[in-house]
């Protein structure tokens, strides 16, 4: 097992136990935000056929060459379509048709002129000017073309794609199954949610608080209930979860401390340890095991240590298992808005929110950086990186981070 390692090398023996999860088919209109799993090439052209973008007259460009408004050219009209007829005339010279928006332009039509720069006179539309072939016609295909590729393999279904597949007929979507993801919190501390207070306890919040990330991922978290700081209870509860799941997360014991019991738990049930603790601030108490190809990731119980790392190491983690291609946090360049007054003997990562103004990005801190604060979390879409003995940073400083999502 490796100790003290730093971010990149965990994520990196992290990703290496990736499994890919099932496919399947899922409904058009309960594909959003799911996870492709085939390209969608389109088998039809959208639109169709080519129409009328205007209400007008559909003719022959070359009939109007000699147009003018002193001298008009008088074509019979010979038909009218409305939106969602097909015209059953063929526009041969001389003639015009009646068109109205979205309208198929008759065979032999090449052109549209607009209803208001017309007149009408003996059942001849009047044209007073020269139009050029494919004026005012929506060609077949505008929007895509058959055989275009209008999404990739591994990217989440967004509201357009939804509709692009709707035009195309596309009823049953595939798509990833959404990774299962066990949740167990420790601690001999902890409460659930509906118990009252008692001395030298504290209330479970990182089970829903990660559960609740997990929903946002798309992913299907489930909360196990609340173990004690005892490997062999920890093993037992892992081994539970191991069997309804894709992948474990724990909170709590993670640690030196004699009640830190997970390094003991992932032995007694003969899990392989990847690594142990990584090499930033907050967090660095944390684990990663794997058993029969699942992966178990043991955070720290301190809510704002364990959801950083969550951020670091889980999410992208949780979105590859998903089938995305897009797993890795885009980097940024942030400004500090505020001043940081500590020091960074470590590499750390401070929470904050981006804010832009006249075009830069900044990074509202949002609370207070102690492991135990989970306020701030509230509103942090960022994770900025402080170097390694760097210290204390003035608002104005740049940084680089992470854009969370
Ligand atoms: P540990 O990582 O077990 O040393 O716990 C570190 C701190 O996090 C302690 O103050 C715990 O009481 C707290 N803590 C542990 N588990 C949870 C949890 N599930 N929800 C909220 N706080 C927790
Ligand atoms: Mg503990």
Known sequence: MRKNISLEEAQELLMEHCPSLQTGYVG???????????DIVAKENIPPFARSPYDGYALRAEDTVKASPDSPVG?????????????KKIVLPG????????APVPEGADAVIKFEETEVKDKKVLIFSKLKAGQNVVPAGEDVAQGDKIACLG???SPPLVGLMASLGITEVPVYERPRIAIISTGDELLDVYEPLQPGKIRNSNSYTLAAYCRELEAQ???????????EEVGLRLIEALEKA?????????????YDVLDEAMEYIGAETLYWKIDIKPGSPNLAAVKGGKVILSLSGNPAAALVVFHLLGVPYIKKMAGRVDYLH?????????????ASPRRRFLRGKLRLEKGIAFMEVTGGQGNGVLHSMIGCNILAEIPAGSGPLQAGSKLSAFLLD
């Open 28 to 38: 058009l209109q309960d594909s959003l935000g799911r996870v492709l799993a085939e």
């Open 75 to 87: 074509l019979e009209i010979i038909e009218e379509v409305p939106a969602g007829y097909a015209p």
């Open 95 to 102: 003639t015009a048709v009646k068109i109205l928006t979205g």
């Open 155 to 157: 990217a989440v279904i």
């Open 221 to 231: 978290p489930f909360i196990l209930a609340t173990t004690r700081d005892k490997k």
């Open 246 to 258: 894709d992948m474990v997360i724990t909170t709590g014991g993670v640690s030196v401390g004699d």
């Open 330 to 342: 885009p980097k940024i360049e942030v400004t500090l808005k505020n001043d940081f007054s500590k």
